[in-house]
C-alpha cells in the first residue's frame, strides 16, 4: 500500500530515497525468526511452546533470553538454565518484545550514524514505545496487546532506516535541526518525512496493513481509517515516552493528545494515573533494555526524570 497524498504535512518522499528503499527491501529484511515471533505475539492464541521451539533454533537468541532471564531485573536465587524456564520468567509478550528487539539491532547496522547522534536514545525510545503501547493495551482491552507492542516497536523503522542506509542525508538532516529548524520539518524540506519512509518499507515488506498504518499515522493518528484505534494507542505511547525521559534528541511530539484520548476512551484523569504507574514500572526496567542492546550498564539514573512528572502530594 503506497503512501496517500496528504497523510503528512507533505507526503512526498525524495525520489531517490523511494527507489533506493525498494531495493533495500529485497537486499535487507527482517530475520525469519523475527517475521515468525511477529506472527505469534499477533496471535493471542500461540502458546509458550510455539515461542519457545522459535527460540530455540537460534542459538545467538537461545543464549541472550537465558542471559536475559538471569540479569539482576529478575533476581532469581537459582539461575536458569533452560528457554523455557527463561520464557516463564520473562514473561510472553515481554520475551517477543526483547527478542524483536534483538532482531532489529541486527538487521540495521547503525555504527555508520553521524557522530553525536545518540543512537542508543532511538532503540531505547522505540522498546519504550512499544512497551507503553502494550500496557495501554493490557488497560484498554481495545487492541490486543501483542499488536500493539510490535506496532509501538516498528513506529521509528524510517528514523532506524534513515540512519543506518543513509547516513550523509541523515547528516544533512542533523545539520538542519542544529541550525534552528524541528525535525519534523527539517525532514519535510529533505523529503525525508521519517514515517513515510518507514511506512514505504513496511509496505514493501508486506508487513499487515495495521502495522503500517501505525508506522505511517503516529503522528496524525486521525488519518488511520479503520486503524485509528493502534495508530492512537502508538501517538499517545510515543507521546508519553517522551514524557517519561525515553524521548528522541531530533524530535518533538506535537500529537493532537484530544483526538487520541477520545479515541482510547481515556479521560484526563485515566491518562494521569496511568503514567503515575508507568513511571513506576519504567524505574527498574532501563537496565534490562540496556542489557538488549549490549551497551553495558546505565550511567546515570532515572529518578531525577520521573520526579518532576510525579506531582507532590499536599
Known amino acids: ?22 531495493e533495500l527491501s529485497l537486499l535487507v529484511s527482517l530475520p525469519q525468526i523475527t517475521v515468525r515471533l511477529i506472527q505469534l505475539i499477533s496471535q493471542p492464541n500461540s502458546s509458550l511452546q510455539e515461542l519457545r521451539g522459535v527460540v530455540e533454533r537460534d542459538p545467538a537468541l537461545t543464549a541472550k533470553v537465558i542471559s536475559l532471564a538471569n540479569s ?9 538454565k533452560t528457554v523455557e524456564r527463561a520464557i516463564t520468567i520473562i514473561g510472553f509478550q515481554e520475551l517477543g518484545l526483547l527478542a524483536l528487539g534483538l532482531g532489529l539491532t541486527e538487521t540495521f547496522n547503525v555504527s555508520l550514524a553521524p557522530k553525536g547522534f545518540d543512537v542508543e536514545s532511538l532503540w531505547i525510545h522505540s522498546l519504550a ?63 525525508i518525512r521519517h514515517e513515510i519512509v518507514g511506512h514505504e518499507l513496511a509496505s514493501l515488506w508486506k508487513l499487515p496493513e495495521g502495522y503500517q498504518e501505525a508506522i505511517l499515522c503516529h503522528h496524525n493518528p486521525e ?92
Request: proline share 6%; hydrophobic share 40%; glycine share 6%.
Open 129 to 191: 514505545v512499544s512497551w507503553v503501547s502494550q500496557r495501554l493495551a493490557n488497560k484498554l482491552k481495545s487492541v490486543e496487546s501483542g499488536e500493539a507492542m510490535i506496532a509501538g516497536l516498528l513506529h521509528e523503522i524510517g528514523t532506524i532506516v534513515l540512519v543506518s542506509k543513509f547516513p550523509l542525508l541523515f547528516q544533512r538532516l542533523l545539520d538542519l535541526i542544529l541550525a534552528g529548524r524541528p525535525g519534523l520539518e527539517a525532514e519535510s524540506v529533505l523529503k
Open 223 to 314: 488519518l488511520a481509517g479503520r486503524y485509528k484505534v493502534l495508530a492512537a494507542m502508538v501517538a499517545l505511547a510515543d507521546v508519553l515516552a517522551h514524557k517519561i525521559g525515553f524521548g528522541l534528541p531530533t524530535e518533538v511530539c506535537e500529537v493532537d493528545l484530544g483526538y487520541s484520548l477520545k479515541t482510547l476512551g481515556l479521560t484526563p484523569g485515566d491518562l494521569q494515573e496511568f503514567i503515575r504507574e508507568t513511571i513506576v514500572a519504567a524505574k527498574d526496567i532501563l537496565p534490562l533494555w540496556r542489557q538488549l542492546l549490549k551497551t553495558g550498564e546505565p550511567t546515570t539514573t532515572q529518578k531525577s526524570r520521573f520526579s518532576a512528572l510525579i506531582p507532590e502530594k499536599s
Open 72 to 80: 539482576t531485573y529478575y533476581s532469581l536465587r537459582n539461575p536458569t
Open 1 to 22: 500500500m503506497a503512501p496517500r497524498e496528504g497523510k503528512t504535512p507533505d507526503s512526498r518522499l525524495d525520489p531517490q530515497v523511494a527507489h533506493r528503499l525498494k
